[in-house]
């Protein structure tokens, strides 16, 4: 009779792994998506031609008009990057790594909103000023 009420042992290390592991895979996702909107403003501005792009490698990607190699290096540094986080998501540091990068990437889109709404109101300007 006392087997019939037997519950088994929780699997709180399990479980903790388990919710751990997924917090770093939506970190790691956000992160990408962020990525991604960074790519998206830039190929904006430099399309519109008003870029002054602080990364070295990719103002030679720009000036010489090598669009998809920007783009294929940027997804290619992303994945590599996020590959490696996940690849070490069992060290303590990787969390913390993770909201970096998306405090950091989150801070860019947020200036690149700003650089946007400078531009528009620029346009704007411009425009009012022509139809005078």
Request: glycine share 6%.
């Amino acid at each position: 009779m006392a087997n019939v009420f037997h519950l088994p042992a929780p699997r709180l290390a399990q479980d903790a792994g388990a919710g751990r592991t997924f917090r770093i895979l939506l970190l790691l996702g956000a992160v990408a998506i962020l990525n991604g909107v960074d790519l998206l403003y830039t190929l904006f501005a430099s399309r519109i031609h008003i870029l002054n792009e602080v990364n070295p490698i990719a103002a030679v990607f720009i000036q010489q008009g090598l669009v998809s190699s920007l783009v294929s290096f940027k997804i290619l540094m992303v994945v590599c990057g996020l590959g490696m986080l996940w690849k070490l998501r069992a060290s303590h540091w990787t969390v913390p790594a993770c909201w970096t990068l998306l405090i950091a990437y989150t801070y860019l889109g947020v200036i690149w909103y700003q650089w946007v709404c400078a531009v528009n109101s620029m346009y704007e300007t411009t425009l009012v000023n022509a139809s005078r």
